[in-house]
């Protein structure tokens, strides 16, 4: 046997440990809970803003093969959604058809917009545990990590929200993935599916950047020599533009709306260049960080931070006494771990900007919580490990676990949860009822402006419809003609209805119930003087 073939012999001897088989039950398990605790929440929840925007695509894509948003006419240069209604490139549109797949499987509806996200996520969770396992070799770190970002605000709100965040962050674990293995096989497949994967990435979402680079950096680092590792670099980046590509098929077909929308939207919202945001970060943070603390939680914020935080200090001090006794390598995946965690923070923060970031962290907090996870299993392990009698032991770890899942709590949904099963049948907690209850109470007669939780709904009903919208960067439907207007909890809030005159005819739900619809119809003023 030549010495290639030895080493080639021993690498493939590193790949034979699997999961147990107690591990894809957990797993199972996991996502169970998961589709449990979300899917009452998709299939009543009134669509919130942005999903008017992106659960459309899908269904005009199934129309005629082009993403858009019909009801979003907007003719404002300076518009992110600028002519939309004849095609959308305000973001890149991979989710917009895998969205339209789930509408040819089950219906075109928000419900099944967000389902489409969900099952991204619970694709993300398995992904996410084989990357804690490959770097810290500790199945148990690997689960608390993936368990509790399963639990977190982080995955929650873009779980149940028809938005491409998750699926972007998912390709994003898939392609780190990747690139482990390449780091461990040296086979160039895994370089492959990881640069088509980053492309389908930016095909996704903007943010598909930060593991971008991540992954560059990372592939420059893999054993090899100089011209080795340049040509992967080189490789990773033409896969990723190869996998992008096919929007350059759409892009084509109207350059000039491409400019407008996506050059609005992304690039013109984020500040300075991103090299300068990268040399001085200081701003962007200043704007991130509060949107930051809202989305995930003070309490979760802590526990993400403070697992990264005690991870280097870790590492810090465990790495002089390793040089010692020659075991230093065991480090590393801790050492690749928290570079990840640190990097995927510093980089989505300075990429973002000045542009108003949320579901995005879904992809930072992923790798933020398998630090978290690592310190847990540390501590777990010292626990049982101390000179401590077995009942006191037990209950350590009961009390440490146990106050690491009530921490999580808060975020969880459980609340929302509850309240919609406890209400399933009743017509203002569910938005598909109430609606089709709004549409029966609303003629089809001209234009009519329909509240963002509404609208989708009312042009799938053969209405011709208008957002109630009064935003010059997205949409104003002042100075528009119509004969009615679906006023709801967004447009009432935003007083749409008093911008266009439009006089009150019918109250429906209970506006003090943040859980239930709420809605009123109006009338033109026109035409409501000459009713009796």
Same mark, same amino acid.
């Given at each position: 046997?030549?010495?290639a073939?030895?080493?080639?012999?021993?690498?493939?001897?590193t790949m034979?440990?699997?999961w147990?088989?107690?591990?894809?039950?957990?797993?199972?398990?996991?996502?169970?809970?998961?589709?449990?605790?979300?899917?009452?929440?998709?299939?009543?929840?009134?669509?919130?803003?942005?999903?008017?925007?992106?659960?459309?695509p899908?269904?005009?894509?199934?129309?005629?093969?082009?993403?858009?948003v019909?009801?979003?006419?907007?003719?404002?240069?300076?518009?992110?959604?600028?002519?939309?209604?004849?095609?959308?490139?305000?973001?890149?549109?991979?989710?917009?058809?895998?969205?339209?797949?789930?509408?040819?499987?089950?219906e075109?509806?928000?419900s099944?917009?967000?389902?489409?996200?969900?099952?991204?996520?619970?694709m993300?969770?398995?992904?996410?545990?084989?990357?804690?396992?490959?770097?810290?070799?500790r199945?148990?770190a690997?689960?608390?990590?993936?368990?509790?970002?399963?639990?977190?605000?982080?995955f929650?709100?873009?779980?149940?929200?028809?938005r491409?965040?998750?699926?972007?962050?998912?390709?994003g674990?898939?392609?780190?993935?990747?690139?482990?293995?390449?780091?461990?096989?040296?086979?160039?497949?895994?370089?492959?599916?990881?640069?088509?994967?980053?492309?389908?990435g930016?095909?996704?979402?903007?943010?598909?950047?930060v593991?971008?680079?991540?992954c560059?950096?990372?592939v420059?680092l893999?054993?090899?020599?100089?011209?080795?590792?340049?040509?992967?670099?080189?490789?990773?980046?033409?896969?990723?533009?190869?996998?992008?590509?096919?929007?350059?098929?759409?892009?084509?077909?109207?350059p000039?709306?491409?400019?407008?929308?996506?050059?609005?939207?992304?690039?013109?919202r984020?500040?300075?260049?991103?090299?300068?945001?990268?040399?001085?970060?200081?701003?962007?943070?200043?704007?991130?960080?509060?949107?930051?603390?809202?989305?995930?939680?003070?309490?979760?914020?802590?526990?993400?931070?403070?697992?990264?935080?005690l991870?280097i200090?870790?590492?810090?001090?465990?790495?002089?006494?390793?040089?010692?006794?020659?075991?230093?390598?065991e &480090? +590393?995946?801790? $050492?690749k771990? @928290?570079? /990840?965690?640190?990097?995927s923070? *510093?980089? %989505? #923060?300075?990429?973002?900007?000045?542009?108003p970031?949320?579901?995005?962290?879904?992809?930072?907090?992923?790798?933020?919580?398998?630090?978290?996870?690592?310190?847990?299993?540390? &501590? +777990?392990?010292? $626990?049982?490990? @101390?000179? /401590?009698?077995?009942?006191?032991? *037990?209950? %350590? #770890?009961?009390?440490?676990?146990?106050?690491?899942?009530?921490?999580?709590?808060?975020g969880?949904?459980?609340?929302?949860?509850?309240?919609?099963?406890?209400?399933?049948?009743e &017509?203002?907690?569910?938005?598909?009822?109430?609606?089709?209850?709004?549409?029966?109470e609303?003629?089809?007669?001209?234009?009519?402006?329909?509240?963002?939780g509404?609208?989708?709904?009312?042009?799938?009903?053969?209405?011709?419809?208008?957002?109630?919208?009064?935003f010059?960067?997205?949409?104003?439907?002042?100075?528009?003609?119509y004969?009615?207007?679906?006023?709801?909890?967004?447009?009432?809030?935003?007083?749409?209805?008093?911008?266009?005159?439009?006089?009150?005819?019918?109250?429906?739900?209970?506006?003090?119930?943040?859980?239930t619809?709420?809605?009123?119809?109006?009338r033109?003023?026109?035409?409501?003087?000459?009713?009796?």
């Open positions: 046997m030549s010495d073939e030895a080493v080639q012999t021993s690498v493939l001897k034979e440990p699997r147990p088989r107690s591990v894809y039950l957990k797993l199972l398990g996991l996502m169970l809970v998961e589709l449990l605790l979300r899917v009452p929440v998709i299939t009543h929840q009134l669509p919130a803003q942005d999903e008017d925007f992106f659960a459309v899908g269904y005009t894509i199934l129309q005629d093969g082009v993403p858009r019909p009801y979003l006419p907007s003719r404002d240069p300076t518009s992110a959604f600028y002519r939309s209604d004849e095609v959308l490139f305000t973001l890149p549109p991979a989710y917009f058809y895998w969205q339209a797949l789930w509408y040819v499987i089950l075109p509806t928000t099944v917009a967000r389902l489409a996200s969900l099952i991204t996520g619970l993300l969770l398995p992904l996410l545990y084989e990357l804690g396992w490959r770097l810290t070799g199945h148990q690997a689960w608390w990590g993936v368990m509790l970002y399963a639990l977190s605000r982080a929650m709100f873009p779980s149940i929200n028809g491409p965040d998750l699926m972007c962050a998912m390709l674990i898939a392609a780190l993935v990747c690139i482990e293995r390449l780091e461990r096989t040296l086979r160039n497949r895994w370089l492959v599916v990881a640069g088509l994967l980053i492309g389908v930016f095909m996704t979402h903007p943010f598909a950047l593991y971008a680079l991540q560059g950096v990372w420059l893999i054993h090899g020599r100089w011209w080795q590792r340049l040509g992967r670099g080189a490789a990773l980046v033409g896969l990723s533009i190869v996998g992008a590509s096919p929007w350059g098929l759409l892009i084509a077909k109207a000039d709306l491409f400019h407008k929308q996506f050059f609005n939207n992304v690039l013109n984020t500040g300075p260049g991103l090299p300068s945001r990268m040399i001085s970060p200081g701003y962007s943070f200043e704007i991130q960080t509060p949107l930051f603390i809202d989305h995930v939680g003070p309490l979760q914020v802590a526990l993400v931070l403070g697992g990264i935080v991870l200090a870790t590492i810090g001090m465990r790495w002089r006494r390793l040089s010692v006794d020659g075991k230093r390598r &480090l +590393l995946g801790w $050492i771990l @928290a570079v /990840l965690a640190v990097s923070i *510093y980089l %989505l #923060v300075v990429c973002q900007g000045a542009h970031s949320k579901g995005y962290w879904c992809y930072p907090m992923a790798i933020g919580f398998l630090c978290t996870g690592v310190c847990i299993d540390g &501590l +777990l392990q010292v $626990i049982q490990t @101390a000179r /401590l009698p077995r009942v006191v032991q *037990y209950g %350590l #770890v009961a009390a440490v676990s146990l106050t690491v899942l009530v921490a999580m709590v808060p969880s949904g459980v609340r929302t949860t509850w309240v919609y099963l406890s209400h399933w049948h &017509l203002n907690y569910h938005a598909p009822t109430f609606t089709r209850m709004l549409m029966e609303t003629p089809k007669e001209g234009v009519v402006i329909v509240d963002p509404y609208v989708f709904d009312f042009y799938r009903a053969g209405y011709d419809a208008r957002l109630a919208l009064i010059d960067f997205f949409y104003n439907v002042e100075g528009v003609p004969e009615y207007v679906v006023g709801g909890p967004y447009s009432i809030r935003d007083r749409v209805p008093d911008a266009v005159k439009a006089v009150q005819l019918r109250e429906f739900g209970d506006r003090s119930n943040p859980f619809c709420y809605a009123r119809l109006y033109s003023p026109d035409a409501a003087s000459q009713l009796p």
